[in-house]
């Protein structure tokens, strides 16, 4: 039977933690919006963690399948990515153009429903189309590389310098295949989850575990280049870790916090004064950090088939609803939602 | 044999006569104190030493803001002679290791430092070697040399990236570092300078230095004040200068989306540290700390062009036998008039003598 024919269509909601699928009415796109068609999303365990009751995935792509009324009507069939998160537009941060940090920021898939739908409503502003060949599946993962590519700008290390990585965590592993196609010299990737640091180092960074020793930063500082890395990316969030991060970057060295965590971090500032070091935050992206991560995935720039490790269909996680939690190195799982493919309610 | 003022321990800063030092060997200089600062580092020594000061010396001459005149030089000093009027750069670097081999001096990691690790300035003699030495132009009185190292933190932390024309700045503290960065902000044309401090005099310098907006902290929440004052986005630059676990926090959460938070303040205990501010809004925090190679000529072409008059800074003028009382004891009980204390160990202003052995 099909739903959409019915104006009806199908979505994954969390439900007691859990993806579910649920029938809903499908809605007209208004002015300045577009209906997108879900054709792949990235996902991983930490989606579950969405509110309840929120379509899943923050990271999606799909094709257009109805626009606004003042929106031109070629968009239609167009495949898009979708921004991750949806600013308010209104506060005066908005106002300002520093939308990523929005007062009112709703995070697809976390706060706000996300793309794991047939049918998901978008602003036209939210939308990037993608260069030609790029895969939906591929463009998933825009939103993991554009956050990366943010953070390292925000670093930002140069082609040579030494770079540490801090926390297991896609994010992580996206900022080492950014980084690692900028051009960094020595590139050290520090966990404990022995999956992660084994796709780390397949992509080329030395790593390794926690070091639970002084001694241990110590040599990986001198690893590093003497006296700690010239930027450090800190991906756990921890008050431990964010603090292993400012003793880690060297003098006059970079540390780029991409977790967040509201827990404050007991430190010795001087640290950071007398070492004259730069802590700085990164959050989200920006629509042209998107379009700069569609296009350098395009062009093979950046590796992302190493940020992928399955890719499976819509019906297999709706058939094991614990699927999601097998998979903790974090690699995406690349959820697949083919077009001539009817989700069917349980 | 010269009058000095030296430290042996915490509360324990001796006047006391010591041998004159040698003449100058090499790129050495020795030079002829005109006026010396007492710093706030020096104030740390004095309360909680040693803390720059290496632990095993047990006796060494403070002061290294100061003015001098070449007294005698060594035999390889090609580019300073003898009656030359400077400014010295407390730093003394190896010139050899990782940090100075990448022009990175203030890091360098044999770093000697005049006044703290060797003998200072609170004394008729000191030694630097010539590549410490800046020249000070004759327009400018050995008084405002004095100030020229405190002003150089202060210029160093307003040439970070970040910091630019137009932007505004709130200044956390308006002691002698906080007082310097209002004096700076206004010369590098900063637009709107706001300053948070609690003492009256303190405050009132602050406004006769450039600031447009002195807030007392116990009077406004200091963080919606500042955001008030920037149509509700906070500051495009902070600088704190105090060394506090809660102006720190100020001065990161006062900061705009996208700003930086510059800390100059030197901690005394590890602090509860709001980071996720700097995470969620893109903030960047940076230690500000030293000054590079060109920063105490471009503090004296400031002064020389007019655009920098650091004379409220000054609080009181001293011969060398009165830095005790007068000096670092005022500096501790009077907060808030004292901002800084200069001191003249030479005869020329009527102090204590010496002569070269
Ligand atoms: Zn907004
Ligand atoms: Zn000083
Ligand atoms: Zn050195």
């Not at chain 1, 024919?5 to 649920?22: I, Q, S, W, Y």
């Not at chain 1, 350098?296 to 940020?307: G, H, K, P, T």
């Amino acid at each position: 039977m099909n739903t959409r024919a019915r104006g009806r269509h199908v979505e994954v909601r969390v439900d007691r933690g859990l993806p579910t699928a649920f029938e809903a009415s499908t809605p007209s796109p208004g002015p300045g919006e577009l209906l997108v068609a879900t054709r792949a999303a990235a996902l991983g365990p930490d989606d579950l963690k969405a509110f309840e009751g929120c379509v899943l995935s923050g990271e999606f792509a799909g094709d257009v399948l109805a626009v606004g009324p003042d929106v031109a009507s070629s968009l239609v069939g167009s495949a898009v990515a979708v921004l991750g998160y949806r600013p308010c537009a209104r506060c005066h941060r908005c106002l300002d153009g520093v939308s990523t940090a929005c007062a009112d920021i709703g995070l697809r898939g976390r706060t706000i429903d996300g793309g794991l739908s047939g049918a998901v409503l978008v602003r036209t502003s939210d939308v990037m189309v993608l260069p030609p060949g790029l895969s939906h599946e591929q463009a998933a993962l825009m939103h993991r590389v554009a956050s990366a590519l943010r953070a390292l700008h925000r670093g930002p290390a140069s082609p040579g310098e030494a770079v540490a990585i801090l926390g297991g965590t896609p994010l992580a592993l996206a900022t080492c295949a950014v980084v690692l196609a900028a051009g960094s010299g020595r590139t050290a990737f520090v966990d404990d989850h022995a999956g992660c640091r084994a796709v780390m180092e397949h992509l080329g960074a030395r790593s390794l575990e926690r070091p639970s020793e002084a001694s241990g930063w110590e040599d990986l500082a001198v690893w590093l280049g003497g006296y700690g890395a010239d930027v450090v990316y800190e991906c756990a969030g921890s008050a431990e870790s964010r603090l292993e991060a400012v003793e880690l970057a060297r003098p006059a060295g970079s540390v780029v916090l991409l977790a967040h965590d509201d827990t404050p971090v007991t430190m010795d500032l001087n640290l950071i004064v007398m070492g004259a070091k730069r802590v700085r935050g990164s959050c989200h992206y920006a629509l042209s950090d998107g379009r700069v991560a569609l296009d350098l995935i395009a062009r093979s720039l950046v590796n992302a088939a190493a940020l992928v490790g399955r890719t499976v269909s819509i019906l297999d996680v709706l058939a094991d609803p614990e699927f999601l939690d097998g998979f903790t190195d974090c690699r995406a799982t690349i959820v697949q939602w083919p077009a001539s493919a009817e989700v069917n309610l349980a | 044999m010269m009058l000095a003022a030296s430290w042996h321990g915490p509360k324990d800063i001796r006047l006391e006569e010591i041998p004159t030092p040698h003449a100058p060997t090499g790129e050495d200089v020795l030079v002829e104190v005109s006026w010396c600062g007492i710093c706030g580092t020096d104030l740390h020594e004095y309360l909680a030493g040693p803390i720059f000061i290496p632990p095993s010396l047990e006796q060494v001459v403070l002061g290294h803001e100061f003015s001098a005149r070449v007294a005698a030089i060594g035999d390889r000093v090609d580019s300073a002679a003898v009656g030359d009027r400077v400014v010295v750069i407390p730093h003394r670097v190896c010139r050899e290791c990782h940090f100075c081999r990448r022009l990175m001096f203030q890091h360098c990691r044999n770093l000697e430092l005049v006044g703290l690790t060797r003998n200072g300035a609170f004394a008729r003699f000191t030694v630097a070697r010539q590549d410490q030495l800046v020249p000070l132009p004759d327009t400018i009185p050995d008084e405002f040399g004095a100030l020229v190292e405190p002003l150089a933190v202060t210029f160093h932390g307003m040439r970070q990236p970040g910091v630019y024309p137009g932007a505004d700045i709130a200044i956390i503290g308006a002691g002698p570092i906080g007082l310097s960065a209002v004096a700076v902000a206004r010369a590098v044309g900063l637009r709107s300078i706001i300053v948070v401090e609690m003492l009256p005099q303190r405050a009132t310098i602050a406004r006769q230095m450039g600031a447009d907006d002195v807030l007392d902290p116990r009077e406004v929440d200091a963080l919606d004040a500042i955001r008030g004052l920037t149509a509700g986005r906070g500051a495009d630059i902070t600088m704190e200068c105090v060394g506090l676990s809660e102006t720190m926090n100020l001065a990161i959460r006062a900061a705009r989306p996208g700003g930086l938070a510059l800390l100059a303040g030197i901690t005394e205990m590890p602090s509860d540290v709001d980071l996720n501010t700097a995470v969620r809004d893109e903030k960047e925090i940076r230690g500000c700390i030293g000054y590079f190679e060109g920063e105490f000529d471009a503090v004296i072409e400031l002064m020389a062009s007019g655009r920098l008059d650091p004379s409220p800074l000054i609080s009181r003028r001293l011969d060398l036998d009165r830095i005790l009382g007068d000096g670092f004891d005022s500096l501790v009980r009077d907060r808030d008039s004292c901002i800084k204390v200069l001191v003249s160990p030479s005869t020329r202003h009527g102090a204590a003598g010496g002569r070269i052995e």
